[in-house]
């Protein structure tokens, strides 16, 4: 491809640049592993196997590579829609993405036929084009194709499609691996602890607190899910469990994965599936009983119980123990019965922080922003990152912080926006862990937001010796 660039690049009668678009809306709805693979079955049956490539390379590992300048994407912008420059900034400042503003100004198609995948890889893979060469085809293209359509292509030629999924993530859709499951949760123990019937009726657990984890194994093949339906790698506790169990092993476990004394330890909570046979619709002491059959894994520890009022003393105690409270589960209950577990925690640690990043972690419009928060406290006279929590603020609250953080950059990383240092917020947390690696030392577990709070200053806030103070 040299001087000009063939009008084959351009059409393609199999609409897979629509198609890709709607599986990055599928994506983006759901990132559970059953819905992903679910997304990318459908989308490979739809396409054939270079687009499906091509696919697997943006999702997989995103488009970092800037061909077309911001500045000239505006310039063919205020061409393509005969806008002055300042309607760009004008919308950017609502839009809040470059890509998506220009995407959103251009006319709507008199044709819908965009390009394909593979030939806007190809573009971006030409050598000696020109500017004009490239702005003629670019504009062809979006003339071709529909506004949510033309922010994917836009933001592939500018270098800031990122990754969405991955690698093994994708080639789950095309191998026999076991999906994971969705994982219950607790509901808190309620006030009349008689109402439950006998404690006898009941099996008391220490509450775990670490990285809940689902783990999968299959085939002599070992994978980690985290709770929010990501790859987790942990060498050490993969390596023990192939090392620890036969390669036919077919079993999934739901865990927490400890960290302890320099290390990790995975803490068995409940098994899921084992010898391929779903155990699910078995009550928890036939599940129980099974699992600890079942060599390399270490069990959630039983506390004796003998009435209700023991629970008191267990809580009590639990901050000894390095645990965060404890678990009340029906012993006959199946894994997915309603009122069959309940979790009592102790006291959180608060403390208060000030919102410095935000990365939105959604490109499409939806009604609240999915946002990634990081909050800094002070060390000595500087403010350091101390925790990132996801998507816990009430919907009202993140379109807030949302519009409020577009309007006050102060600085730009990637797609981590730096705000200034004024909202401050009650955070809370289950336990407080050293960190060495991370520049406040800590670690927060199971962080949220509480409140923000608009009477603490930010010479008020908490300081990492404060925070020591607690422990």
Request: charged share 25%; glycine share 4%; proline share 5%.
């Amino acid at each position: 491809m040299h001087g000009h660039l063939p009008i084959s690049l351009l059409h393609d009668g199999d609409r897979t640049m629509q198609r890709f678009t709607h599986l990055l809306a599928a994506l983006e709805r759901s990132r559970r592993p059953a819905d992903v693979v679910r997304a990318v079955q459908t989308y490979a049956n739809a396409v054939h196997d270079e687009e499906l490539a091509a696919a697997r390379t943006l999702l997989t590992q995103g488009m970092r590579k800037r061909i077309v300048p911001t500045t000239d994407l505006r310039a063919w912008t205020c061409d393509a829609s005969g806008l002055q420059e300042h309607w760009i900034d004008r919308c950017l400042a609502d839009v809040g993405n470059i890509s998506e503003t220009c995407a959103l100004l251009i006319p709507a198609p008199l044709q819908h036929d965009p390009p394909s995948v593979t030939s806007v890889l190809a573009m971006c893979t030409a050598k000696r084009i020109s500017s004009d060469e490239r702005m003629v085809w670019v504009q062809q293209a979006w003339q071709c194709m529909h506004a949510d359509e033309r922010r994917v292509f836009n933001q592939i030629l500018t270098g800031t499609f990122r990754p969405l999924i991955d690698a093994e993530v994708f080639d789950l859709a095309f191998d026999d691996m076991p999906l994971p499951v969705p994982l219950r949760t607790a509901l808190p123990l309620p006030s009349d602890l008689a109402s439950l019937g006998s404690i006898h009726d009941h099996v008391v657990e220490w509450l775990v607190e670490g990285s809940r984890v689902e783990v999968v194994m299959a085939a002599g093949r070992v994978m980690m899910w985290s709770s929010d339906h990501t790859i987790v790698h942990r060498d050490e506790i993969t390596a023990h469990l192939r090392a620890s169990m036969p390669s036919t092993t077919d079993m999934i476990l739901d865990a927490m994965i400890v960290e302890r004394n320099g290390g990790a330890q995975l803490i068995v909570l409940d098994l899921l599936r084992y010898d391929g046979v779903d155990q699910r619709g078995f009550p928890y002491t036939d599940r129980r009983h099974l699992l600890r059959t079942i060599p390399g894994i270490r069990c959630v520890e039983e506390l004796e119980c003998e009435a209700w009022s023991d629970l008191a003393d267990h809580l009590a105690h639990a901050r000894d123990h390095g645990h965060g409270g404890v678990v009340v589960k029906q012993r006959e209950a199946w894994y997915d019965d309603e009122g069959a577990l309940y979790a009592q925690h102790v006291a959180p640690y608060t403390l208060t922080a000030v919102l410095t990043y935000v990365q939105f972690l959604s490109e499409y419009r939806t009604p609240a922003p999915l946002l990634q928060c990081t909050f800094s406290v002070w060390k000595g006279a500087e403010l350091v990152p101390l925790c990132k929590i996801d998507d816990t603020l009430r919907d009202d609250h993140a379109i807030d912080i949302a519009a409020w953080a577009r309007k006050n950059i102060v600085d730009r990383f990637g797609p981590i926006r730096q705000v200034e240092a004024v909202r401050v917020f009650e955070i809370g947390c289950t336990q407080v862990a050293h960190a060495p690696r991370k520049k406040s030392t800590l670690q927060l577990r199971n962080a949220h937001v509480i409140a923000e709070r608009a009477d603490v200053r930010l010479d008020q806030i908490s300081t990492i010796d404060s925070i020591l103070r607690q422990l």
